[in-house]
């Protein structure tokens, strides 16, 4: 069973900075573009951030200029830098990677809270 493994969530005020990492085995992440969503109860997962395996990104609009995906192709692991947080961006965010191989594979981390309050 393949495992993502995210870690970095936490509680946070209104205008703070949280980094969230994922962890992938190597044979996964070196074929996959590599992605974060968030979801918050009662509504769908929705894409924040996806980071290609040649470095192309691409963001929600109600994140750009404030989170940045990165991606360590020599630890397999991508990056999720969030600034300026506000309690809109309160969810759990999941690590996704993608590939396709006659069919899209995807595999999701477990899951981290992320909490904007004072």
């Known amino acids: 069973q393949v495992q993502l493994v995210e870690s970095g969530g936490g509680l946070v005020q209104p205008g703070g900075s949280l980094r969230l990492s994922c962890a992938a085995p190597e044979n996964i992440f070196r074929m996959s573009a590599m992605g974060w969503y968030r979801q918050v109860p009662g509504k769908e997962r929705d894409l924040v951030a996806r980071?290609?395996?040649?470095?192309?990104?691409n963001y929600a609009d109600s994140v750009k200029g404030r989170f940045t995906i990165s991606r360590d192709n020599a630890t397999n692991t991508v990056y999720l830098q969030m600034n300026s947080l506000n309690p809109e961006d309160t969810a759990v965010y999941y690590c996704?990677?993608?590939?396709?191989?006659?069919?899209?594979?995807?595999?999701w981390g477990q899951g981290s809270q992320v909490t904007v309050s004072s």
């Open positions: 996704n990677a993608q590939f396709r191989v006659l069919r899209t594979y995807d595999y």
């Open positions: 980071i290609t395996r040649d470095g192309t990104t």
